[in-house]
């Protein structure tokens, strides 16, 4: 199985950087995804990561070190609509499921 | 909108007894997967099919079931329902689960048990 710690909440101003820092111990890792979640609302698809690096999308990155069981999401440019949790869920080799972090709140404020 | 159908969007029953929740995938995906999130704790895997066979398990209650239909719709079933059942269900569905490809969800079902 997996265990997948992040930060509980962060809080950051409008405009600002914010990173989200993810650790997972594994006994078969095959990828990576982080997801945001409003609150009631359907977790939505942001990131992959399945080799070590950075993976740029937008405004959205995501980093993985395989080696040190480590990713980051980092949030550019902070909008209000960014106030969501962040989640962090890792891809079991055997069976390709789905283990999922408790989430990171992050709140945007102006 | 992920593509993924989920019904009813809201569910209130009482202790004791069961209720069916339904998922339609996206077009073309194979796989269909069951999460719990309760208030108090992250997404929960519960199940996993893919082409109308179980392909991965996790925290299930026994009193929960599922199974995926030729028409690759999925069902969840929860019996004997107890207060802390209490939770939004989500299914995702992804076309194989391989690879780089995400698992989209539904918009959930919000089951309160009164």
């Known amino acids: 199985g997996q265990n997948i710690d992040q930060p509980t909440e962060m809080t950051a101003t409008e405009g600002a950087i914010v990173q989200i820092n993810c650790t997972y111990q594994?006994?078969?890792?095959?990828?990576l995804f982080w997801y945001q979640q409003h609150a009631g609302e359907a977790p939505t698809f942001l990131s992959y990561?399945?080799?070590?690096g950075l993976e740029e999308k937008g405004r959205f990155s995501s980093f993985l070190s395989r080696s040190k069981g480590y990713s980051y999401l980092l949030l550019k440019e902070l909008q209000m609509k960014d106030s969501a949790s962040y989640l962090c869920?890792?891809?079991?080799?055997?069976?390709?499921?789905?283990?999922f972090g408790a989430g990171t709140t992050v709140t945007v404020r102006a | 909108d992920s593509g993924v159908t989920q019904t009813p969007k809201h569910l209130i029953t009482a202790t004791g007894q069961r209720v069916t929740l339904r998922c339609s995938p996206r077009?073309?995906?194979?796989?269909v997967y069951w999460y719990q999130q309760s208030l108090d704790q992250g997404l929960q895997f519960l199940i996993q099919?893919?082409?109308?066979?179980?392909?991965a398990k996790g925290n299930i209650l026994e009193r929960f079931s599922a199974q995926q239909f030729p028409d690759l719709h999925s069902e969840l079933n929860l019996s004997s329902l107890e207060l802390g059942d209490s939770a939004l269900y989500f299914c995702?569905?992804?076309?194989?689960?391989?690879?780089?490809?995400?698992?989209?969800f539904g918009d959930g079902t919000r089951l309160s048990i009164l």
């Open positions: 995702a569905s992804s076309n194989t689960g391989a690879g780089n490809q995400p698992q989209h």
């Open positions: 594994t006994s078969g890792f095959n990828g």
């Open positions: 990561n399945v080799l070590d």
């Open positions: 869920a890792v891809r079991d080799r055997s069976d390709y499921k789905l283990s």
């Open positions: 077009s073309g995906d194979l796989s």
């Open positions: 099919y893919y082409n109308g066979e179980e392909r």
